[in-house]
């Protein structure tokens, strides 16, 4: 996985963004260590989903250079190395998850077997012939991830892959998660869910479209005294307005 790259999986360097005449992200400028899983926290509205965006390069930017991979973010180089899911699931529903994946693959020149081996990654085998529309919404959240690792690519940006599930299914994700790091993978995970900050490695906290924090939870814990990482954010919000 990402072999040759010997910085940082994703590197974002003063990026701007504006949209609606409204300043999205300011100046933002944060890395991505390859082989881990790192957390993109924040409160709805802090700008999580457009720096994604911005990584995945599908968001127009005013300023600054993002970097993915050694490349520069939404080049053609990128496009088999980068798995996407967003918030909403981007499948078919009047389809089955398989043919789903199937249609996948072709777009992305993958074997059938690639096929098999993502709908057993998220668990989906008893429901693969299910049409989608008749799954669950966790299950579809589950096809919508095994169409991101369809590429096996390198770097996988999951924007709220656990909103709306089961915290059964939200642990069995995460667990997936840190099973697809320890293969080489890296992983970026984006939540408003303070409790799953302990589920990372690394995390970048989010306010306002501004980098509040980059740091492991314990690090973080140390740096502001708190026990609780809900607590750790307010006291970083409290600081920075200072």
Not at 37 to 54: H, N, Y
Not at 158 to 178: A, K, N, S
Request: proline share 4%.
């Amino acid at each position: 996985m990402a072999a040759g790259l010997s910085g940082p999986a994703v590197r974002v360097d003063r990026l701007a963004v504006v949209r609606g005449g409204k300043v999205v992200l300011s100046e933002l400028s944060c890395e991505v260590a390859p082989g881990t899983v790192t957390g993109l926290l924040g409160p709805s509205g802090s700008g999580k989903s457009t720096l994604i965006r911005s990584i995945v390069g599908v968001q127009q930017v005013a300023g600054g250079r993002v970097e993915v991979l050694g490349h520069p973010a939404g080049s053609r180089a990128l496009r088999a190395r980068v798995g996407y899911m967003t918030q909403a699931p981007s499948v078919y529903g009047d389809l089955t998850a398989r043919e789903n994946l199937r249609f996948f693959a072709r777009v992305l020149g993958r074997r059938g077997d690639a096929v098999d081996r993502a709908l057993a990654a998220v668990s989906l085998d008893d429901h693969a012939d299910r049409v989608v529309d008749r799954l669950s919404g966790g299950q579809r959240a589950r096809v919508s991830l095994a169409t991101a690792l369809l590429g096996e690519p390198d770097l996988l940006v999951l924007d709220e892959p656990t909103v709306g599930l089961d915290p059964v299914l939200r642990r069995d994700l995460w667990e997936l998660f840190h099973v697809l790091a320890g293969e080489g993978r890296t992983l970026l995970v984006s939540s408003h869910v303070m409790d799953e900050a302990d589920r990372c490695d690394a995390l970048l906290l989010l306010r306002e479209g501004r980098l509040l924090a980059a740091a492991t939870p314990a690090e973080l814990r140390a740096r502001t005294g708190a026990e609780q990482l809900d607590e750790v954010f307010l006291r970083l919000v409290d600081a920075a307005a200072a």
